[in-house]
């Protein structure tokens, strides 16, 4: 699946803290960026998401690939950078068609329940729950995100969009898109897999 980056070139996002507006073409203009666009701040899947992260953040930083996180909304967003996450830098949309223009689809109410007895969710619902990540209801519940993998002056090397809301880009795959394969470690960049089959809804969505 491909996509046209001058669509959202333009578009402006906030920095957090910090409010300061830059336009999104301004990530890639001379460097690699690895962009994930979270669904909502208070999800446990996306904490979760930027969790594992944090285990190739810095093979990123070593090889000067940017790692930026984006979220459709304000909202919640001090729990999440108070909660230290996420490594990278972080945004929120300016204008929240930018999810639209990526296609990034919309659940509806039963949709979004069903998405959560998935064995992707119930597991990764498993180990965020192991981690202590917590969650809460604030904010558009029903938005999918993704991620863009880019690089200098706007080469697309990935673009990727969640069929439902615990799907992830793994960090082996990130890695390897970037031709760093050989810094992955299955026994500590821990997104390969997610175990566990429990299932709770419980501050999830």
């Not at 930026?68 to 204008?95: P, W």
């Not at 039963?110 to 619902?125: C, D, G, H, P």
């Not at 809301?165 to 992955?184: C, G, M, T, V, W």
């Not at 960049?189 to 709770?200: F, L, Q, V, Y």
Request: hydrophobic share 35%.
């Amino acid at each position: 699946m491909s996509f046209d980056l001058s669509k959202i070139s333009s578009q402006k996002v906030k920095a957090i803290p910090g409010g300061e507006t830059v336009e999104m073409q301004s990530f890639w203009k001379d460097q690699n960026v690895a962009i994930i666009f979270f669904r909502r701040w208070g999800c446990m899947f996306c904490r979760l998401w930027a969790k594992e992260l944090g285990e190739i953040y810095p093979i990123l930083k070593k090889n000067n690939i940017r790692l930026v996180g984006i979220g459709i909304e304000e909202a919640g967003s001090k729990e999440f950078v108070d909660g230290k996450y996420f490594n990278g830098d972080l945004f929120y949309a300016e204008d929240k068609s930018i999810y639209q223009t990526l296609e990034f689809k919309r659940f509806n109410l039963v949709s979004i329940i069903t998405s959560l007895f998935w064995k992707q969710s119930r597991e990764a619902i498993v180990k965020g729950k192991s981690l202590g990540l917590g969650g809460d209801l604030k904010g558009d519940w029903v938005q999918t995100g993704g991620a863009l993998l880019v690089g200098p002056g706007g080469r697309l090397i990935k673009y990727f969009t969640q069929t439902g809301p615990s799907d992830h880009l793994p960090n082996a795959d990130i890695l390897k898109l970037f031709d760093l394969e050989n810094e992955y470690k299955a026994d500590t960049m821990a997104n390969k897999r997610r175990d566990g089959t429990e299932c709770s809804t419980e501050q999830t969505s």
